[in-house]
T-cell receptor
């Protein structure tokens, strides 16, 4: 089982460049998430999608946009990258059913903005 | 605002020891608490999930406990092995889309 697949694994951008991080899940989950992980900060939620066709802001949405293309795919776009967006980005999915929900994570994208 | 704290940030023990990782949270209004494992350069893998109405969950050599009233959870690892070396994170679920993570404990098991 592939689970949650993220691409690319590594990316280096110059300040002001744009890029899209791709995420796909094959578990038929309704909910998908984008997190960033920074040293000493834990994981912070950027955006989430509770179901196909809906997206909502998380804790740190500024500088990002998302698209829930279909039930499988959830992309994260940086329109004008900034050094503060240097981080490791994780996509996750779950089948939210209340208290018994588990998250499944992709392997991450390490992004450096110079 | 919910805050989740894991102490210590790093822990190194010899192989074979039993050990406890700690997680504390400030708001007891949670749906559940999860423990995750993260290997270097990899994503997170869910180890155990404890619902708010439960006191503990077990999986193999792992046992997680939850005390909502005191805002604490522990992850007990029995007979530690070098393969247990990883970063362990706890996270509390407060709502449908609100999952708050701790910063993790980096565990090293020395052969």
């Amino acid at each position: 089982n592939a689970g949650v697949t993220q691409t690319p694994k590594f990316q280096v951008l110059k300040t002001g460049q744009s890029m899209t991080l791709q995420c796909a899940q094959d578990m038929n989950h309704n909910s998908m998430y984008w997190y960033r992980q920074d040293p000493g900060m834990g994981l912070r939620l950027i955006y989430y999608s509770a179901s196909e066709g809906t997206t909502d802001k998380g804790e740190v949405p500024n500088g990002y946009n998302v698209s829930r293309l279909n039930k499988r795919e959830f992309s994260l776009r940086l329109e004008s990258a900034a050094p503060s967006q240097t981080s490791v980005y994780f996509c996750a999915s779950s089948d939210w059913t209340g208290a018994n929900e588990k998250l499944f994570f992709g392997s991450g994208t390490q992004l450096s903005v110079l | 605002k919910q805050e989740v704290t894991q102490i210590p940030a790093a822990l190194s023990v010899p192989e074979g020891e039993n050990l406890v990782l700690n997680c504390s949270f400030t708001d007891s209004a949670i749906y559940n608490l999860q423990w995750f494992r993260q290997d270097p350069g990899k994503g997170l893998t869910s180890l155990l999930l404890i619902q708010s109405s439960q006191r503990e969950q077990t999986s193999g050599r792992l046992n997680a406990s939850l005390d909502k009233s005191s805002g604490r959870s522990t992850l007990y690892i029995a007979a530690s092995q070098p393969g247990d070396s990883a970063t362990y994170l706890c996270a509390v679920r407060q709502g449908a889309q609100k999952l708050v993570f701790g910063q993790g404990t980096r565990l090293t098991i020395n052969p």
